[in-house]
Antibody, heavy 113, light 106 residues
Framework: QIQLVQSGPELKKPGESLKISCKAS????????MQWVKQAPGKGLQYMGW????????TYADDFKERFVFSLETSASTAYLQINNLKNEDTATYFC??????WGQGVMVTVSS | DIQMTQSPSLLSASVGDRVTLNCKAS??????LNWYQQKLGEAPKLLIY???NLQTGIPSRFSGSGSGTDYTLTISSLQPEDVATYYC????????FGAGTKLELK
């Protein structure tokens, strides 16, 4: 079946980096763009941007133009979100979602010293 | 940026009620609007795309309508499993989500 499976929870210290994966299966990876969404604890959904899975070109929402990097490994049908120089306010669950409307299960990221 | 205002922020209703959730955009979004349902501890689920199109597998008690700046999600007969937070999402320009409507049982 069509699904997006994300990597496991992360516990990091401020200033560190992390890379979250989102593996697609059940469809042709390059047929649909991939979006990323942030949800801080107890808060709503925040659109982070998207990556064109045919060209690899990322587009970032204004709040995510620094420190955030979208990338692909097309041969593995996998999208990645990298967050550099982590801050406490990056503590959140991060979802990938393709433009077919399928969402990953989310990755809980905790940033704490 | 286009701002999306959802109302009410909290809605209490009884099983069997007809429920209406509202979403207002700060400018015309040309029907480029989706509705998502998020149950506690789960990923969001797409219910309605392009204002009024029911996603595959979603019960027909859910429907969407609207145009211009004003959009509505209707649940024709509320079921216990519909308890969730509902988000509207515009993708007309610089995509944004509304703040959500939390739907609970009375």
């Amino acid at each position: 079946q069509i699904q997006l499976v994300q990597s496991g929870p992360e516990l990091k210290k401020p200033g560190e980096s992390l890379k979250i994966s989102c593996k697609a299966s059940g469809y042709t990876f390059t047929d649909y763009a991939m979006q990323w969404v942030k949800q801080a604890p107890g808060k709503g959904l925040q659109y982070m941007g998207w990556i064109n899975t045919q060209t690899g070109k990322p587009t970032y929402a204004d709040d995510f133009k620094e420190r955030f990097v979208f990338s692909l490994e097309t041969s593995a049908s996998t999208a990645y979100l990298q967050i550099n120089n982590l801050k406490n306010e990056d503590t959140a669950t991060y979802f990938c979602a393709n433009t077919m409307g399928i969402w990953g299960q989310g990755v809980m990221v905790t940033v704490s010293s | 940026d286009i701002q999306m205002t959802q109302s009410p922020s909290l809605l209490s209703a009884s099983v069997g009620d007809r429920v209406t959730l509202n979403c207002k955009a700060s400018q015309n979004i040309n029907k480029n609007l989706n509705w998502y349902q998020q149950k506690l501890g789960e990923a969001p689920k797409l219910l309605i795309y392009y204002t009024n199109n029911l996603q595959t597998g979603i019960p027909s008690r859910f429907s969407g309508s609207g145009s211009g700046t004003d959009y509505t999600l209707t649940i024709s007969s509320l079921q216990p499993e519909d308890v969730a937070t509902y988000y509207c999402y515009q993708y007309n320009s610089g995509p944004t989500f509304g703040a959500g409507t939390k739907l609970e049982l009375k």
